[in-house]
């Protein structure tokens, strides 16, 4: 199995997660009636699973569930009829996103070029624990759009339709979104820039040192191999290319709950949470190999590119900008050794070896 496949264990997760957190404001009166409402020595009514799952099914709100995979594990009829989708089949969310567009049914997507927009898109997915959005469907309905996610990764979808709001409402509602997301999106690669990037990263890292168990996290710097020669020789556009090829390539590998993103030039960031070192080592291997088998594009059909990394563990008793600067310590190490080579580093005694100060 890959190593981010979708095991029985997330399936588990998925449902214990929806269960704890699907709050249906669909349901009876009966149902809803609190201790004061119960006849003398009548115990207080509770919500059975029956009732719970029936209102889900029931209400025209539009509710779905992914796991951390961004396989789909269940959704309502309404959501399943907006997004044509079966969730049996547990389709990835990438994947029903391009079907529909295809299709120009469903959502509706405004992009040229929609690879470029699932990878800008996916790299907004799970950016927060909770965060809202507007969404057009191509029938003729606005939707209002809210996803919460569990710390497991866990992605729960709640819809509801807005469209009696007035129209002229609807661009000071958006322009700021459209504002935000602008300011955090690099504009050539569409993934996120090293401002969000630095940001997701420290609230992360704050998150995870409330929990009791910290876990086996990795990160990476990774730095695209003979980058200047390759502007040079070809000129600049396929640079270009070549940087947003890259980044599709790494989004298509990597989890939904991954931090991609940007940091300056040819480098790039990626954090892979609940991960150990070697795990990782073997996904950098796996996009190495990816460049490797295609070209970018026909006109440079025997130009391939490799890319050099600095992988560490992530010691949350350390300050993650330690972290950040003994990867590309060995980012350094790397490059010295010629292109497309990962160097390591997870020992602690190492780290102390490089003079890398751990938290009081």
Not at 213 to 241: Q, V
Not at 329 to 348: E, F, I, R
């Amino acid at each position: 199995m890959a190593p981010w496949g979708l095991d029985h264990s997330d399936r588990l997760d998925a449902r214990l997660f929806a269960s704890r957190t699907i709050k249906m404001s669909a349901i009876s009166k009966r149902d809803c009636r609190g201790a004061d409402d119960n006849g003398p020595g009548e115990e207080p009514h509770r919500i059975s699973g029956a009732a719970l799952e029936g209102a889900l099914m029931s209400t025209p709100d539009l509710v779905a569930l992914y796991d951390r995979d961004d396989h789909l594990q269940t959704a309502n009829p309404a959501y399943c009829e907006a997004f044509h989708c079966d969730p049996a089949g547990h389709p990835v969310w990438a994947d029903l996103m391009r079907a529909n567009f295809e299709n120009r049914r469903g959502p509706i997507i405004v992009t040229d070029d929609i690879e470029e927009w699932l990878v800008a898109a996916g790299a907004r997915r799970r950016s927060a624990p909770y965060r809202s959005s507007e969404a057009a469907l191509h029938d003729g309905r606005w939707l209002w759009v809210t996803e919460t996610v569990s710390p497991e990764g866990q992605l729960l979808l709640h819809a509801c339709d807005i469209t009696s709001l007035h129209e002229d409402s609807r661009p000071l509602r958006q322009g700021p979104e459209t504002v935000r997301r602008a300011s955090w999106t690099d504009n050539l690669s569409k993934v996120p820039n090293r401002r969000y990037v630095m940001e997701r990263l420290e609230r992360w890292v704050a998150a995870q040192r409330k929990l009791p168990d910290p876990g086996h996290h990795a990160l990476a710097i990774m730095d695209l191999d003979s980058f200047k020669a390759i502007n040079e020789t070809f000129g600049i556009e396929y640079g270009a290319s070549i940087l947003t090829s890259f980044c599709r390539d790494v989004i298509s590998l990597i989890r939904p709950l991954d931090l991609f993103g940007r940091i300056g030039g040819e480098q790039f960031l990626l954090l892979l949470p609940n991960c150990t070192l070697r795990i990782a080592q073997d996904r950098l291997d796996q996009l190495q190999r990816k460049l490797g088998r295609h070209a970018v594009d026909e006109d440079h059909s025997q130009m391939r590119y490799s890319f050099s990394a600095g992988l560490v563990a992530v010691n949350l008793d350390e300050d993650i900008h330690e972290t950040l600067r003994l990867a590309d310590k060995m980012l350094n190490a790397a490059k010295s050794n010629g292109p497309g080579h990962v160097q390591l580093c997870g020992s602690t005694a190492v780290r102390k070896g490089l003079g890398i100060p751990t938290r009081p």
